[in-house]
């Protein structure tokens, strides 16, 4: 059963555009939702990250937008550009002390068109 | 530099013939992981370490095998591989904190093809 389902499965945009990456979850008890970027030949690396308590969180040119009521959220970057071209996985975390398993999506892949 | 190393970054090997993909990290961090990652399915949890000598199951642990008897180390064991083991495996690390809110650091992952 998949917890965290995430959509697109791949995107293109042209460069300047504004890629929008979303995620759902079914469990109410997910308390950390952070993004993860994939380069190829390379591990994830964490990019920005949210807790539900805030319905945005800005880092430079990439936003994350929560809809605590609706269990869904959303990776916005904005004047995309090439080099943003990799693979995008959203993750939710349940609360709770010694909590620190990570579920993820199944991943999305962007490509930025020059 | 702060990092997760995992070896061998490729392999290719026949069913059956035991195999380890070893994972080491210098950043003192006590829990690691570990994950297969297939086309169109993610990221997958295997096994999990939240200290020397605790391990647990992740969400797809069958054919795998893992210890932690060191801080720093946490090799994955295949004892008796099969070719749908085939994939692309990724070590993680993090610090365990009061807000559990650590980031995960990733290795760069290790390639298995199971002939």
């Known amino acids: 059963q998949q917890q965290v389902k995430q959509s697109p499965q791949s995107l293109i945009v042209q460069k300047g555009g504004i890629p929008i990456i979303n995620c759902a979850y079914e469990?109410?008890?997910?308390?950390?939702f952070p993004w993860y970027q994939q380069f190829p030949g390379k591990g994830p690396a964490l990019l920005i990250a949210?807790?539900?308590?805030?319905s945005e969180k800005k880092e430079g040119r990439f936003t994350i937008s929560f809809n605590k009521s609706a269990k869904q959220f959303s990776l916005h970057i904005m004047d995309s550009q090439p080099g943003d071209s990799a693979t995008y996985f959203c993750?939710?975390?349940?609360?709770?002390?010694?909590?620190?398993?990570?579920?993820f999506g199944k991943g999305t892949k962007l490509s930025v068109i020059p | 530099e702060a990092q997760v190393t995992q070896n061998p970054r490729y392999l290719i090997t026949v069913t059956g013939k035991k195999l380890t993909v070893t994972c080491s990290q210098n950043?003192?961090?006590?829990?690691m992981s570990w994950y297969r990652q297939d086309p169109g399915l993610g990221l997958r949890q295997i096994y999990y370490?939240?200290?020397?000598?605790?391990?647990d199951k992740g969400d797809v642990p069958e054919g795998y095998k893992v210890s932690r008897k060191e801080k720093r180390n946490f090799p994955l064991i295949l004892e008796s591989p099969s070719p749908n083991q085939t994939s692309l495996y990724f070590c993680?690390?993090?610090?365990?904190?009061?807000?559990?809110?650590?980031?995960?650091?990733f290795g760069d992952g290790t390639r298995l093809s199971i002939l």
């Open positions: 993680a690390s993090s610090l365990v904190g009061a807000m559990n809110n650590q980031p995960q650091h």
């Open positions: 469990n109410t008890a997910f308390d950390y």
């Open positions: 949210i807790r539900p308590d805030v």
């Open positions: 993750a939710a975390k349940p609360r709770g002390a010694g909590s620190y398993q990570l579920t």
């Open positions: 950043m003192n961090h006590e829990y």
């Open positions: 370490s939240m200290n020397v000598e605790v391990t």
